[in-house]
């Protein structure tokens, strides 16, 4: 390997460790190793094998890819074949997509994503002779969306033509002439879901084009750090979107069993028990009075209950939903879970969670979170879960609270949460804020800390890293 391909994949490396992916020194001497086995010629492979070296968590594959393409481009510029194909305007590279489309012809997509990437979305930097390519330029031209229905019919027309049948054919429809028929909707369907598919492997041609020749001008890094995106575990609870929300959620349950083998592993490790030392001193006659096999007591076997106290206003909600559902599927590690959600007022919802249908909309509609208001009041919540739900908490159960600190200049009432935590064995406040933002605003997170032991909670990562090293078990 040469000099600068070694600096090209400590960058590489250091990139992917930007986005979330912990690869360490050994991980980047294998890839150094993959490298110089497989060479350069086959870039898929190249690529695949690099993954393998890199990548050990699920979920990280694709901005690993994404960033593989900065720091390994397929090419530089325009490539020469894409270059000699005759489009002129816009209509003409729609037909082109179009015809891909009908085909289901990758190549020629990738070819048609570059051309229009090099003919619609070139862009200039604001007060900068640099330029870019933008993709959200690119589709918003070309509008891909709208050839679905044209592409639906001549795929259609090919299958039919294909079964030997004419345009006006009946309602069945034969598949490659193995004898089964089809019904004309599930067919239709079938062929829907494929051109819709097949879109979408578009505009994700178009964002990768566009990153790449983007980066050649404004540089990997500064790309690096702006268009590829956060890995799941580094996706910050408050800024989620939607589709980042839902990525989180499939997470759920892979990242619920690997924090269970974690736990159980805790918990054999604290059962081992005290030493006694009278049996231990007795034994150790054998051996000269040297406690060289310390004798431990029994242990006393019992699991923990859990109290989830969960803020679940605004963009807190995200935060606090995910949490709920970890929580839930790691139930088997308590002896009870009990989830109470508030606004302004308390209300348990534990019934809601465990069903874990859609907890948004459930909790707004069926529990009583909100009294004249819909304001966040954590000191007026803290005081109705005292008065009303202190008998869940006890000498054995931990309570974990979650949410922002955010008190809308309400009143503390520091007098309840004391009371919480003196009832409690245990009691800690997870925040998704940056602890830079503790205290500004109405956030009263440093009073709440006086009384709670607080910890900054954003990602994924950290969560995970709080429930496998301090939630008690």
């Known amino acids: ?25 050994s991980e980047t001497v294998d890839a150094a190793e993959v490298m110089r086995v497989l060479g350069y010629d086959d870039r898929l492979r190249l690529r695949d094998g690099l993954a393998s070296a890199l990548v050990r968590r699920g979920g990280q594959r694709e901005v690993f890819d994404m960033t593989f393409d900065l720091f390994f481009p397929a090419g530089v510029g325009l490539g020469a074949t894409v270059s000699q194909v005759d489009a002129e305007s816009v209509e003409d590279l729609r037909d082109l997509l179009l015809l891909a489309l009908a085909e289901g012809d990758q190549r020629t997509m990738r070819h048609v994503a570059e051309l229009a990437v090099d003919t619609l979305g070139n862009v200039a930097a604001a007060g900068s002779s640099e330029g870019g390519w933008s993709a959200y330029q690119t589709l918003d031209r070309l509008n891909p969306r709208t050839l679905t229905a044209a592409a639906e019919a001549m795929r259609a027309e090919q299958r039919r033509e294909g079964a030997g049948q004419g345009p006006g054919a009946g309602a069945g429809t034969g598949v490659g002439g193995s004898g089964i028929d089809r019904p004309a909707d599930v067919s239709d369907s079938l062929v829907r879901d494929e051109v819709r598919r097949m879109i979408d492997l578009f505009r994700t041609m178009v964002e990768a084009e566009a990153r790449r020749r983007t980066a050649e001008v404004r540089g990997r890094d500064l790309v690096t750090r702006h268009a590829v995106r956060q890995g799941s575990g580094q996706i910050d609870f408050l800024s989620a979107n939607a589709q980042q929300l839902e990525e989180l959620r499939r997470s759920v349950q892979p990242l619920a069993r690997k924090l269970a083998t974690r736990l159980s592993a805790r918990r054999r490790r604290a059962q081992r028990g005290r030493i006694d030392v009278r049996r231990t001193m007795r034994r150790a006659m054998s051996t000269g009075g040297v406690p060289m096999r310390p004798v431990y007591a029994p242990p006393h076997r019992t699991r923990p209950e859990l109290v989830l106290l969960c803020d679940v206003s605004g963009s807190v909600a995200g935060f606090s939903g995910f949490t709920m559902m970890l929580v839930q599927a790691l139930r088997e590690q308590f002896s009870k879970v009990r989830v109470f959600a508030f606004v302004n007022t308390v209300d348990e919802v534990t019934e809601i969670v465990r069903d874990g249908d859609d907890l948004r909309r459930r909790i707004a509609e069926e529990a009583r979170i909100t009294k004249w208001h819909t304001s966040s009041d954590y000191g007026e ?85 709080f429930i496998a090293r301090l939630l008690p078990v």
């Open 1 to 25: 390997m040469s000099e600068d391909q070694a600096a090209r994949l400590v960058e590489f490396v250091d990139a992917l460790r930007s986005k979330g992916i912990p690869a360490g020194p």
């Open 381 to 465: 919540s803290f005081a109705d879960f005292a008065g009303q739900y202190l008998d869940a908490v006890g000498p054995r159960t931990s309570v974990l609270i979650l949410g922002d600190a955010r008190n809308n200049n309400q009143a503390l009432r520091l007098d309840a949460l004391h009371e919480i935590a003196q009832r409690a064995k245990r009691c800690f406040w997870l925040n998704p804020e940056h602890p830079g933002s503790w205290g500004l605003g109405d956030s009263v997170a440093p009073e709440y800390a006086e009384v709670v032991q607080m910890h900054e909670c954003r990602t994924m990562t950290q969560l995970e890293r």
